[in-house]
């Protein structure tokens, strides 16, 4: 494997032609003459060769925490592998081009911005067109919406984060519009920003009707967690008085 040093960034050229790296830094230089787009994945290279002969890494669409590669395929989620073949980080693609990237090592996340002026939006949102679907669920993460989307085959949709909830929301409420009923995927944790009352007035033509679907689901499985517990310590109890003596 060739390795080459990062010298200088400017605008990618594939990014402006579409809007986008208006702060013009997307597109790495390198020593060796080729460069390489951090967003669109642009490549050039004056001497012909594979980009990954030189930058070391490709991207694969692999199957990872029970979801499949066929689920990825279909939200646009790239895995990046380094030269030995090891998966290093995931990338979630916005509608607006920006990427969110979750290193594998740890769980932590970052983002490379596409350039573009408009709002992010909700992950997966240009994956479904408006008012092909009677439902749509919004959940907390994009992981979340790979799983739950690869169940239930509708549509699923993760806003950027509990802080950016209703904010994600509001910048996609044309698109959420499109829909006769729009499910809350996420926990309803008073201290988080985001409820059903917070999305009244969504429903334009026709009214939008929000549901705790997976709070519901919690507070099942709680009660359920609650009662295994009586019915263990009680169990413990019996076996104490049931011992011989002596």
């Not at 890494?57 to 066929?70: A, S, V």
């Not at 509708?154 to 959420?176: E, F």
């Not at 997976?214 to 310590?233: D, F, G, I, N």
Request: hydrophobic content about 30%; some cysteine; glycine content about 8%.
């Amino acid at each position: 494997m060739v390795t080459s040093k990062l010298v200088s960034r400017e605008r990618c050229p594939q990014c402006a032609e579409a809007g986008r790296d208006i702060s013009e830094d997307n597109l790495g230089i390198f020593d060796d003459g080729h460069s390489y787009c951090f967003s669109c994945e642009y490549y050039y290279n004056p001497q012909g060769k594979d980009p990954t002969d030189i930058m070391g890494f490709t991207y694969e669409y692999l199957p990872w925490r029970n979801i499949t590669k066929e689920t990825f395929k279909r939200y646009s989620v790239l895995t990046k592998i380094n030269g030995e073949g090891k998966p290093i980080s995931v990338g979630f693609r916005y509608p607006n081009g920006d990427l969110k990237i979750r290193p594998l090592a740890k769980k932590e996340f970052f983002w490379i911005k596409g350039g573009s002026n408009e709002p992010s939006g909700l992950f997966g949102q240009d994956k479904f067109t408006p008012g092909t679907y009677k439902y749509v669920t919004i959940t907390e993460g994009e992981v979340d919406a790979l799983s739950l989307h690869q169940v239930l085959g509708s549509p699923v949709v993760s806003v950027q984060s509990s802080v950016t909830a209703l904010r994600d929301c509001t910048n996609s409420r044309s698109w959420l519009n499109s829909f006769e009923r729009i499910y809350l995927g996420m926990p309803m944790n008073i201290s988080k920003p985001v409820k059903a009352r917070h999305l009244n007035g969504y429903g334009g033509t026709r009214r939008s009707i929000y549901q705790r679907m997976l709070y519901r689901l919690y507070r099942t499985l709680r009660r359920l967690s609650l009662v295994l517990q009586k019915w263990a310590h009680r169990i413990h109890s019996l076996s104490l008085h049931a011992r011989p003596t002596g």
